[in-house]
């Protein structure tokens, strides 16, 4: 069985800066994309930032300049640096991974139950 957990989240003023994480645990043979997304209040789910395996890296416009991600390999963990906090930032971040485990002979989706970011103004 496969989890991917959160960590990171919390209340910070414009301006500010946090850091996400989000590791994936269990019979894991290979993490492929790993991303994050976020999804505010009425809305819906929108990418955030994306990063493959060889660490190639696309953002949403909206963070560019100003989030950046990262993912350790080794510990099948990817990373969110947000500097720059601006208070339509504040969502529900939520962790994905792309990735074959034991008994699959394909690539499936996965999620993260979501960590709560906000910025106050």
């Known amino acids: 069985q496969v989890q991917l957990v959160e960590s990171g989240g919390g209340l910070v003023q414009a301006g500010g800066s946090l850091r996400l994480s989000c590791a994936a645990s269990g019979t894991i043979l290979r993490v492929n994309t790993m991303g994050w997304y976020r999804q505010a209040p009425g809305k819906q789910r929108e990418l955030v930032a994306v990063i493959t395996r060889g660490g190639s890296t696309n953002y949403a416009d909206y963070v560019k300049g100003r989030f950046t991600i990262s993912r350790d390999n080794a510990k099948n963990t990817v990373y969110l640096q947000m500097n720059s906090l601006k208070p339509e930032d504040t969502a529900v971040y939520y962790c994905?991974?792309?990735?074959?485990?034991?008994?699959?002979?394909?690539?499936?989706?996965?999620w993260g139950r979501g960590t709560q970011v906000t910025v106050s103004s």
């Open positions: 994905n991974a792309n990735l074959i485990s034991l008994g699959q002979y394909s690539p499936h989706d996965y």
